[in-house]
């Protein structure tokens, strides 16, 4: 049932002065809405998704508001607030209007051309988007900041593409002249099938080919310095780019959710890679890192199941927090020579994950960095150089649940291992425990039933709260001093070895003065 709705002067005595958030939100069932003169706030969101919502009608009265064939205007009618979602047919823009609002015609479903009269100098971000029966832009010749040419808006000297009307159909070749593509300029241009970038171009900005579905292929020019957030995250037909080393900054969730592509090549020059960059690309297999990356940028593969196997730089310094969490067909990893941090949940449940190799002694695990790696077997290190090495860590269930883990080689510069650190890692037999180590986290090895055998190199090692509990198969501590930390104040706190019931042969290290 769809209806008109009068909202009154006044309720129960009291004027009506203000239309909330959200008011109207949802409601599909409303095709005009009055507005009176009473009214003197009005929140943007109040009409958000009213699908069938044609008309704001503004009582003349109205000294705050007022309407031009169902769309609302301030009260002077020199800014353009909002468009309503069910408006039908082209939006001619009266003259005097001066400000086209950010989001003021977005989801406007039915508009199929829109008037920008000489007197509009000022558009808001994502203005026009998405508007998918939109076919072309008007603009008044005599417009001094705008101008529209193929049915496409653009600034006045051509240089920054605004928006390309929603319902554009086949291959673009933007003006040579463009250095800029706006704020969601294509956004949900589902039928746009290639684009011909200009040979000027600088700047890509956020949401700028947003769910483009027919797009397939992009190739940059190499005037191009900077891909904002989400330019083309959703763009599913997509199947390859190649990012070239003019691009200094590559924006958080840039390529995310890019069903189809198989294949990233980023060239040597590019220093910033935002987060997720190229987040569930589910069959993304072939990646070329730049040999100048420092930081892997946290979620930047995140959920890229496709992806078997990745060759990082020895530039790297960092990886970021879930930077390959999920990634369920990632079979081995190399982490290189300088990289001192593996983020919290780097490479959380990649399922297929079976070797890891340290490049590095100190490399700093971060928590949860390898939990539930089914079928991680092999953590080895293979660096070069004697100690003493700078500090590293290994966080808080780093490893845990990585029941399929028999070999685990230590960076030499750990110097603590966390909470629950190898709970729960089944299959570990043996673990030798660097000399820097100077703690073992609550129960950092608690149910490794197959553990046999442990060797301390530290002197003075605490030892925590049922750091080896429940190690059913432990026949023997072995204490050997290496170089590191040396003197006294270690401890073996309560239960450390609880029902270690096959223990035969401990040997304290000569710094622990204090058994709990």
Known sequence: ??????????LEGLPVTSIGESAFAGNRNITTIQIPGSVTAISLSA??????????????????????????????GTRLLLCPDGFQGPAIIPDGVQTIEAASFQSCWSVTSIGIP?????????????????MSFDVAEANPAFSSHDGILFNKDVTVLVSCPGNFIGPHVMPGSVRSIGEAAFWDCDALTEVSFSSTLRTIETYAFYKCGGLT????????????DYAFSRCSGLTGIVVPGSVQAIGDSAFAVCGQLTS???????????????SSCDNLTD???????????????????????????????????????????????TIPEHTTLVDE??????????????????????????????????????????????????????????????????????????AEAF???????????????????????????????????SAAPAIGRGCFAWCTSLTEVKAVPHYGPSGSGGVIRFHAFLNCNELLSVEIPAGVTTIE
């Not at 049932?1 to 006044?10: A, F, L, Q, R, S």
């Not at 009409?47 to 169902?70: T, Y």
């Open 1 to 10: 049932v769809y209806e008109d709705v009068t909202i009154p002067n006044e």
């Open 217 to 228: 292929a992009v190739t940059f020019p190499p005037t191009l310095t900077t891909i904002g």
């Open 345 to 418: 949940k780097a490479f959380s449940m990649c399922r297929s994950l079976t070797t890891v190799e340290f490049r590095s002694h100190s490399t700093s695990i971060g928590r949860s960095a390898f939990e539930s790696c089914q079928s991680l077997a092999r953590v080895t290190t293979d660096a070069d150089g004697t100690g003493p090495f700078p500090p590293a860590s290994i966080g808080v269930q780093a490893f845990f649940y990585c029941g399929m883990l028999t070999t685990m080689e230590l960076p030499a510069g750990t110097t603590s291992i966390g």
């Open 47 to 76: 009409f958000s998704n009213c699908r069938n919502l044609s008309k704001i009608n503004v009582d003349p009265g109205n000294a705050e508001f007022s309407s031009v064939d169902g769309i609302l205007y301030d009260g002077a």
């Open 287 to 333: 990646v070329t890192w730049p040999a100048s990356a420092v930081v892997i940028g946290a979620r930047t593969f995140l959920s890229c199941d496709a992806l078997v196997t990745i060759s990082l730089p020895s530039t790297v310094t960092t990886i970021g927090e879930f930077a390959f969490a999920e990634c369920g067909r990632l079979v081995h990893i």
């Open 423 to 457: 709970a729960n890692c089944g299959k570990l037999q043996e673990i030798v425990l660097p000399p820097q180590i100077t703690e073992l986290g609550t129960s950092a090895f608690i149910y490794c039933f197959e553990l046999a055998r442990v060797e301390l190199r």
């Open 264 to 278: 990233a090549v980023i060239e040597p020059g590019t220093s910033s890679i935002g987060v997720g960059a190229f």
């Open 118 to 134: 000489a007197t509009v100098t000022d558009i808001g971000a994502r203005a026009f988007a998405p508007c998918d029966a939109l």
